[in-house]
């Protein structure tokens, strides 16, 4: 259990104390806008809530925030603890929480703990949601920055939408949730959510992803699934489609089903990659499974934040989470009031649902950090969530399997609804990312044949020659994630030694060469 602690601090709070800052603060704002305020005044903001955040200063800071906005001293030392801000319905027992650690400030949404291994244990046997609050400051925009811009969608026939949407299958999807209610549980620490990551890897394979790694984030969890399909025409543009493949219950141990929670959403970015499978995209896509979202958006965290430091330009995320219980009308999709720009995105979402679906969703919004979504938005990008509004009595509990059409005490009970939403995620991400059959991207035009690059070996170990008919004004090497791994410089011919910009050996894999506007793909074997 020590050892477990040890990676959790190292998970929450991976990021170098800056100096003398010693104090976790609750600063009570009246705007969006006070967050820059905060931080000009020498705080990293840690989380946003309605009216208040959580930051991290040092005494002459504190005084700074005490002369502008009401402000709380929480704890010191916050860099070598544990915090967790615990969600609950209303009319639960909030004295409950005291067992699992310290409680620090709370408001009409929840509780702020400060807790430990064992708590977090404890909490996940509850039908509560955690967020987890790490030490990576938020990302807050500069005063009169230039606001995040909306994608726009891509100029998609609507026949191949229908084409795309003709495909999705209610027993596809059904399928898809009962092999993942066999891993018996999915809790993040055990073996089975290990492999369960490896058969969702397998089936991003099998469904054509250029590229697919599991992502690890903290020793003794099981890390995310990655699933990349590269894009043809603007592969550094990135849209996600997103869901948490872990769960839990009051037994997460042993058995943990989680059929609405979440492999409601999983089947959802599985059948998404399956349908589109002998589809090209303009723009890159990233279909993940997110890992440890129970603990409180561990994985994805992780992830966005690790995005976010490389400057990745995530245009837009769609995330899915209990979406295969209630009524006909029991969906909503989330955005934010502090990203106003959300609401567009939501929009686009509906719009695609009432032109191809008979889903009958609406949007809402809520700002908090209730599941990995949040991740996005807080470290500065765009993203949407497909929820439930009607929440499942069996929520974190053995019973969340599928039952009956409309029964009420299981996980899944509405199929049907399900699939639609899963036909509205297919159309809008189709739009947003530009779909276009199989190899007409990679057509020269008639009149004016591109120039050719050549690289040797194309399948092969470095080094790597690199050449290009035409003039080259910089020659860089891109990971089939569209991350840049090393830049060569001007002119060609070239030759890449198969070191990224840190001397490190890059790892086997799909590589691209851009020059000139061009790109070509190449392997990288041991």
Known sequence: MMRLFASLLALSFGIAAAAGIDLLVRVNRSSGDDLAAVVAAGADVLARFDGWCIARTDQP?????????????????????????????PGFDRTRLSQFGSVLTEDPEGVLLRTTADGILGLNRLPVELYAVSMR???????????????????????????????????????????????QTRYAPTESCYKAVGWMLDKFAAYGC????????????????IGIRFGKVHPQRIFAITAHIDDTSEDPFNHAPGSDDNASGCGLVLEA????????????????????????????????????????????????????????????????????QTESLARFFLAQADTFTSLQAKDTIIDVSQSDHYSFWKYGYLAIRGRYHDKTPMYHTTGDTIGPFHYTNCGTNNL???????????????????????GVAEEPPAARPAPAVSIVPSVGRAPVRISLSAAAPAVSVYNAAGRLVRSLGEGLPQTW??????????????????????????????
């Open 137 to 183: 400051p938020m990302y807050v925009p500069k005063p009169r920055a230039a606001a995040v811009p909306v994608p726009k969608a891509e100029p998609v026939p609507d026949s191949l939408i229908w084409t795309l949407v003709n495909r999705v299958n209610q027993d596809s999807l059904e399928a898809h949730l009962r092999r993942m209610i066999a891993f």
């Open 210 to 225: 250029d590229s697919t790694y599991p992502d690890g984030f903290i020793s003794g969890y099981a890390p995310n699934a």
């Open 497 to 526: 030694d198969g070191r990224d910009s840190n001397g490190a050996a890059a790892s086997p894999g799909v590589y691209y060469v851009r020059s000139n506007g061009l790109s070509a793909r190449f392997v990288l074997v041991e």
């Open 273 to 340: 990659a399956r349908v589109c499978a002998d589809m090209d995209f303009a723009s890159t896509v990233w279909f993940i499974g997110f890992s440890a979202e129970e603990q409180g958006l561990w994985g994805s965290d992780s992830f966005v934040y690790s995005c976010r430091e490389r400057g990745d330009s995530i245009l837009a995320a769609f995330h899915s989470d209990m979406i295969s219980y209630g009524r006909d009308d029991s969906l909503t999709v989330v955005h934010s009031s502090w990203l106003p």
């Open 61 to 89: 800071g504190l005084a700074r925030l005490e002369d502008r906005f009401g402000c709380t001293v929480l704890d010191q030392d916050p860099g070598q603890k544990h915090y967790v801000f615990v969600f609950v319905e």
């Open 416 to 438: 049907p609804m399900y699939t639609e939403m899963v036909k509205a995620a297919v159309a809008t991400i189709a739009k947003w990312a530009g779909a276009m059959p199989a």
